[in-house]
């Protein structure tokens, strides 16, 4: 299977920056403290969660396959966009890979900015792209038995081409 | 160009996930192609090897190296190249 590598394959540490992938529960209050800085004004947190529900399928759990030194490549890449953009003091993303059962985190987003407009538009981006960019795939088990992986609407940008939305 | 990759063959290492893997059987394989070759053509000869790429081609990009790239990059000895069909991490 595809799982990480090594540990360095999976994480990003600069002293702004934190990107990890992990194969246990996010931790949330680790991400929050990370974003704490004097230099910041907002801390705004986007935590994307198992959905048990979509219409009338019942999701059992979902199971994230990943290539990882590249989503990883891929994330900081953005990260550093969203920095180049957004005057962020630190920018955190945590992504889970393998099962995650209904309601808990398999994505976290965190940026802490100086005032909250920025913290909010850059989160945003930052979840938008990450759907769209890293190489991070979702199988939904349902209720019913089967087993399907999640396909993204298009395909993702090439460099040159980004559309940043 | 490297007067090496003129001639003979080049080999890539070729990586598959998600549903892609599935369907083709396999999440690694090495490819030996004719110099030059660029990503167009590895996946022309990935799909005769294995049919069940022909229905995700229009979808799929590369990533050469850990980086997504076009079709018509040219490929070296010993790229890594990734197969991306369309992600769905978050």
């Known amino acids: ?165 | 160009m490297n007067d090496e990759t003129t001639n003979g063959a080049l080999r890539v290492r070729v990586l598959v996930f998600s549903i892609l893997r599935e369907k083709m059987g396999c999440d690694a394989l090495t490819v030996a192609l004719d110099a030059p070759a660029t990503g167009a053509d590895l996946l022309d000869r990935l799909e005769r090897d294995h049919p069940a790429l022909r229905a995700f081609r229009p979808v799929v990009r590369l990533a050469v190296n850990q980086t997504y790239a076009p079709e018509t990059t040219a490929l070296a000895e010993g790229d890594e190249v990734a197969l991306i069909t369309p992600v769905s991490g978050g």
Not at chain 1, 99 to 123: N, Q
């Open chain 1, 1 to 165: 299977m595809t799982r990480p590598r090594t540990t360095d394959d999976a994480r990003v540490e600069t002293g702004r920056l934190s990107i990890r992938l992990v194969h246990e529960p996010i931790d949330v209050a680790e991400a929050a403290a990370f974003l704490a800085d004097p230099r910041a004004g907002g801390l705004d947190l986007f935590i994307g969660t198992t959905r048990r529900w979509t219409g009338d399928a019942e999701t059992l759990e979902l199971s994230y396959e990943c290539y990882a030194p590249m989503a990883v490549k891929e994330m900081r890449r953005l990260a550093e966009e969203a920095m180049a953009r957004w005057p962020l003091v630190r920018a955190c993303i945590r992504h889970r890979l393998g099962t995650v059962p209904p309601a808990e985190a398999s994505v976290l987003i965190g940026v802490a900015a100086p005032h909250r407009a920025e913290a909010f538009e850059a989160c945003r981006f930052l979840i938008d792209r990450l759907k769209r960019q890293a190489p991070i795939w979702k199988r939904e088990a349902y209720a019913d038995g089967r087993l399907e992986w999640v396909q993204g609407e298009r395909p993702p940008d090439l460099p040159g081409l980004d559309t940043g939305s």
